[in-house]
């Protein structure tokens, strides 16, 4: 099983979010009536924003069909208060060359493919909001529509999001029996998880069938790290249950 992203920070505060930079993720039906479908199934083949995230210029909570969020992929990846982000990239073998710039997913991906990365502190907390955009869009740009899902209205309760923390949670890298599970909405789709001294962030992007079941899945994005701090890193994945009542799971993608 992949280690799991959200993580309960000791007692004593001894792993830090420096220490998660290499985390990774796990995955989790029941159908519903139709009114508790997600939008994208009055869309046609469209999936919707359904939160007020923004990922790059231009978007906003509607529904976009395969070719728009494929178009979006050119547009300026944005930070989170909006204002367009660029990264240095540098060469994968010859430490003379200059980097490489991206400022959208066609060129941050292009140069990911050749084996570029960031190498500065700075430009690794930049590459976040990449790895947050693109890997959405990428996910988006083959969604469908929900046939059924065992998520009401398209969207995750808040037992959705304390069942996924129970089962995610960790505390210096061990499962920590009895740790306190604190979840709070934040807003429309954003969650605030605190476990021990460890705050994971849960932003829900859109619901759709991103698996090709026609099952509904919840794209989503998580941000851990300690609470209060500023060193964070992330995930793109699935939130996924089996059954309306059932346990809810996460699947870094």
């Given amino acids: 099983m992949a280690k799991p992203l959200i993580v309960g ?11 998660l930079t290499g985390v990774s993720l796990m995955r989790a039906e029941r159908p519903v009536e139709a009114a508790r479908l997600s939008l994208a199934n009055a ?40 204002a367009p982000m660029r990264v240095a990239l540098a060469h994968p073998s010859d430490d003379a060359a200059p980097s490489e710039t991206a400022s959208n997913c ?13 190498l500065t502190s700075a430009d690794m907390r930049r590459e976040e909001y990449f790895r947050r955009a693109c890997g959405a869009l990428a996910l988006l740009s083959k969604a469908a529509p929900a046939q059924r899902s065992s998520f009401a209205g398209g969207k995750a309760s ?48 859109a619901h ?20 209060g701090g500023t060193a964070r890193t992330g995930a793109i994945g699935l939130m996924e249950k089996s059954s309306a009542d059932g346990p809810c799971g996460f699947s870094a993608r």
Avoid: H, N
Avoid at 9 to 19: D, E, V
Avoid at 108 to 118: E, F, H, N, R
Avoid at 163 to 190: F, H
């Fill in 43 to 82: 869309a046609g083949e469209d999936a919707c924003i359904r939160t007020k995230i923004r990922l790059v210029e231009g978007m906003t909570p509607a529904c976009y069909d395969r070719v728009q969020f494929e178009a979006m992929r050119d547009r300026a990846v944005i930070s989170a208060d909006g």
């Fill in 208 to 227: 759709a069938d991103f698996t090709g079941d026609g099952t509904g899945e919840i794209l989503a994005y998580l941000t851990v790290g300690a609470a």
């Fill in 9 to 19: 920070l000791g007692a004593a505060g001894a792993l830090t979010a420096a220490a």
């Fill in 106 to 118: 066609t060129e941050y991906d292009s140069l990911i493919a050749q084996g570029y990365g960031a």
């Fill in 158 to 205: 808040q037992e959705d999001v304390r069942s996924m923390a129970s089962t995610e949670a960790t505390g210096l890298g061990e499962t920590a029996p009895g740790a306190p599970v604190d979840v709070t909405a934040v807003s429309d789709g954003v969650w605030r998880i605190r476990i021990g001294e460890g705050e994971t962030m849960v932003y829900e992007i």
